[in-house]
């Protein structure tokens, strides 16, 4: 039976709960209809195809023409006027397709410049970005994304605030908002849609000899059976590593339009596929087996979190990079992360809240240096109780008992100079010395350069204020020869001195200049995937590590 269509206006608004959620809110009802690709594209929900979720993920936008190999014969249906997809191609050879505007419009509506997102309990975080925004001249705004929904009788709730720079709600604008924004305070930030009426296009499909065999109505869809080579894939955008590259993508591909009305290519995945390439891009793919499964685990849990309150106005859910998890295609997939994924199947991590049974944000990083890291330590916010710092080493291992409740002030500088470190991110056998222990040095012209935009004037002291379970640093005071600044948040200190390895640090000054002794590589919170490495060589199963990690949580299957 067809699933009523819900309005376009509704699938867009970022709707959330206003009343308690009810066993029919479930995640699959009111999924797109399957008859017109727009309706699966534009949803904030995922469909459901082959016995799990189907991800809609962009693998590029702002192009006027796409080159695509198939491998195999391709498949391909072109969008009518009212929305059907008619067969345009059958068992097209081999090659190097094309699809190309022929003529395009932007969508209408509004767009706004994300600041950051927070989470929906997090009054006191919204109330301090309103101050922080506000004293820095950038008018705000504030709106609800995410939803609430159901899903085997458990609750995945993405329900966040944005923080918006208020503008003058046009495209152009608040690209050129996002680009001042950016010069001026280094942050990162997105474009957030509001559309009233979707972009349109008239798109081409050319064969390799260059003859036209279709045109489709703002959206083509290709098939081929062992996946699709599309070529020039952007990556990295934003980071030292952009670059483009060729890249195989498996099952659907939708040439549509993207919100500025250029040409973009959107891969429709189900989930399960989706993870295996996700793992090898986020651990060592040659890890223990029982580590990729905690992975795996964690990886799909992420993606349904960020499911509703990512790429609003988008034609897609999620995109392919670092924003939402990075994700390369078929060329990503190896053998043992594939079988971690086959495994755990439709598991993600969900805990017990009030009475129900709530979806983990199951954050992770690199190398938690010996220690994890409460999230409110992290990133501000309330307290999540299954994102507890915890020591990640036997606390009957041989002068590891003073750290076992936490490396409080007085015990940071003994602990980021222990060698060896007892911990098992440091006995794994994918550990690197140089991310377990670090040093920094930057001489004192460097230092006054770095602080220099704080206008501070010749930096006399740096000093930690407040630090986390873990000792991770959660401000710094700058002390300099005309003023004095301090920096929250251990993000913004370590970007600020050239991307530091991590918070856990103490600062040592001596004649050669300022130098960083820490240790760790990442925020720390939530699994520490080196640790987990160790943890499983050590004989702990996925089950075992996930519930050290994330406390009170574990693995269940939900479809």
């Known amino acids: 039976?067809?699933?009523p269509?819900?309005?376009?206006?509704?699938?867009?608004?970022?709707?959330?709960?206003s009343r308690p959620l009810r066993a029919q809110d479930d995640l699959f009802s009111g999924a797109p209809a399957p008859?017109?690709?727009?309706e699966l594209l534009y949803s904030r929900r995922p469909s459901f195809?082959?016995?799990?979720?189907?991800?809609?993920v962009r693998v590029l936008e702002g192009r006027q023409q796409i080159v695509f190999v198939p491998r195999g014969p391709l498949t391909a249906l072109a969008r009518t006027e009212a929305g059907a997809l008619q067969p345009a191609v059958r068992d097209g050879a081999p090659g190097r397709w094309t699809v190309q505007l022929l003529e395009s419009a932007q969508g209408a509506g509004a767009a706004w410049v994300e600041l950051e997102q927070l989470r929906y309990d997090d009054k006191n975080g919204l109330l301090r970005a309103r101050q922080e925004w506000t004293s820095r001249g950038v008018p705000l705004r504030v709106a609800t994304v995410g939803e609430a929904y159901g899903i085997a009788g458990h609750v995945v709730d993405t329900r966040r605030y944005a923080v918006l720079a208020d503008g003058d709600a046009t495209e152009a604008g608040a690209r050129r908002q996002a680009e001042e924004l950016q010069a001026r305070f280094g942050v990162r930030v997105q474009i957030r849609r509001e559309l009233a009426v979707r972009p349109r296009a008239r798109i081409e499909l050319r064969d390799p000899r260059g003859n036209s065999v279709a045109v489709g109505e703002s959206a083509i869809e290709l098939r081929a059976g062992s996946g699709i080579?599309?070529?020039?894939?952007?990556?990295g955008m934003g980071y030292s590593f952009h670059g483009y590259e060729d890249r195989t993508y498996p099952g659907r591909l939708f040439a549509t339009v993207d919100a500025s009305g250029s040409l973009a290519l959107v891969a429709a995945i189900g989930m399960e596929r989706l993870v295996k390439g996700v793992v090898p891009s986020e651990i060592f793919a040659r890890a223990h087996i029982e580590a990729l499964k905690a992975q795996a685990v964690t990886a799909r849990g992420e993606v349904l979190a960020k499911i509703g309150a990512r790429h609003l106005g988008d034609p897609y859910l999620l995109c392919a990079e670092q924003h939402c998890q990075v994700y390369k295609g078929l060329g990503a997939e190896e053998p043992a992360p594939g079988e971690a994924v086959d495994a755990t199947r439709g598991e993600?991590?969900?805990a017990d809240r009030n009475g129900q049974s709530r979806l983990v944000d199951s954050v992770y990083s690199a190398v938690c240096g010996g220690f994890t890291e409460d999230n409110d330590a992290v990133w501000g916010g309330p307290a999540d109780p299954s994102l507890r710092g915890r020591p990640d080493f036997d606390p009957s291992a041989q002068g590891m008992a003073a750290f076992r409740d936490g490396i409080r002030e007085g015990l940071v500088s003994r602990f980021v100079r222990l060698n060896p470190v007892p911990s098992y991110c440091a006995q794994s056998g994918f550990a690197k010395a140089d991310k377990v222990r670090w040093r920094r040095t930057f001489s004192q012209a460097e230092v006054d350069e770095i602080c220099a935009p704080l206008g501070v004037g010749a930096v006399r002291g740096l000093t930690v204020q407040g630090r986390g379970i873990s000792g991770r640093a959660r401000a710094l005071r700058i002390a300099g020869s005309r003023a004095i600044a301090r920096v929250d948040g251990e993000l913004s200190i370590r970007r600020l001195f050239r991307n530091l390895n991590s918070g856990m640090f103490v600062i040592e000054r001596d004649r050669a200049g300022w130098t960083f002794a820490g240790g760790g590589w990442g925020?720390?919170?939530?699994?520490?995937?080196?640790?987990a490495i160790g943890r499983a060589e050590k004989g702990a199963s996925y089950r075992?590590?996930?519930g050290w990690y994330y406390s009170g949580a574990a693995p269940v299957r939900i479809y």
């Open 1 to 3: 039976m067809k699933t």
């Open 5 to 17: 269509r819900r309005s376009f206006l509704a699938l867009l608004g970022g709707a959330f709960l």
């Open 35 to 38: 008859d017109d690709p727009l």
């Open 49 to 56: 195809a082959g016995g799990e979720p189907l991800i809609t």
């Open 229 to 235: 080579t599309v070529t020039q894939v952007e990556h």
């Open 348 to 350: 993600a991590l969900f």
């Open 523 to 531: 925020h720390g919170s939530g699994m520490c995937q080196t640790g």
């Open 544 to 546: 075992e590590i996930l």
